[in-house]
């Protein structure tokens, strides 16, 4: 778990607007899936690896997972999991969403967890069909995929000292997180805590789980900043060598130099780009890579990039 708030950035499109909400400054609610027990993997999709693999072309097979909204006279519409600001909102407001596509040939009666809202039916469905036209039209309807568990780097590469890791954790860092961020960025990775015993359940109550700090120093000697940062931090610390890594200062430059890049897609509505994170490299998170988006995140680099489009085309497309 990142102990530093300026690691990563989110940016998402107001619903209806073209204005730029900070993820840290509002409150959010997505159409995502949930997970439930048994329900069915989606079909394979093409590797990610090639991003061009995900650019999808009129006439290409493809498919996604979200909430679906049916209303009379109105064409079907598939909601992207992106976020969109719940400060404001009402219970009296119709069921729409901003950012999605819209259907044709799905049945209401089949959507998992369907239920009429003002006349509205929504639910969630895996939706695979062609795209042509600008709409997605459905030959496979089937229960939503669940999202991907988010995963964090909670190994530590550091033996247990002698006598084991102290218990718990809690043990006063600011004067090594200044040392690291503020006085030699380009000295070190971002520092993470990590739990060698599990990580928190959640609970208040209790003993709470041992906490390590992993040190990365990408220049230097890692033997030396460890005695400087033992007489900074008295808590379980393990400092390891991270040659050739990013440092935080190098991070910085790549955010600065991503961010020149993306700043105009995202201000526009129509690029479809929900949100942006990351270190070393970046992950977009948007409604679908079209041949024209992806010309121009070509010309931001894909090197730096790792690209999650919503709507994304299946194999033997």
Known sequence: MSMDGRRQWAVVAAAGAGT??????????????????????????RAAADPRALVVDDGDLVEASGQVLVAPGKPARLCAPAPVPAIGRTGDEPLSCALGVDVTGVDPAKLT??????????????????????QLHVTEQGPP????????????????????????????GIAMHRYVYEQHPDRFRPLRVAYP???PTGATAGPQPTEVMVVEVVAGDAAGEEQRLRKLFDGNLCVVAAPGRPSIAR?????????????????????????VGGDDVFTVELMMLTPRLYEQLDAV???????EPWLR????S
Do not use: H, Y
């Not at 048994?38 to 394979?44: D, F, K, S, T």
């Not at 995929?145 to 964090?152: D, E, K, S, W």
């Not at 790549?254 to 526009?268: H, I």
């Not at 680099?301 to 690209?307: E, H, I, N, S, Y």
């Open 20 to 45: 730029l909400v900070a993820l840290v400054a509002a409150v959010l609610v997505a159409n995502r899936p949930p997970a439930a027990p048994g329900e069915q993997a989606p079909p394979p999709t």
């Open 313 to 316: 085309p299946t194999v033997g």
């Open 113 to 134: 967890g369907a239920s009429v809202v003002r006349g509205v039916t929504a639910g969630q469905a895996r939706l695979r069909g062609t795209w042509r036209g600008g």
């Open 145 to 172: 995929a669940a999202a991907p568990p988010v995963t964090l780097d909670d190994t530590v590469p550091c033996g247990a000292p002698k006598g084991g890791w102290k218990p718990g954790g809690g043990a006063d």
């Open 197 to 199: 015993d599990g990580p």
């Open 301 to 307: 680099g894909f090197d730096l990039l790792r690209v």
């Open 251 to 275: 991070q910085e430059q790549l955010r600065e130099q991503v961010s020149a890049g993306l700043d105009p897609l995202m201000a526009d509505p129509a690029s479809g780009i929900w949100a």
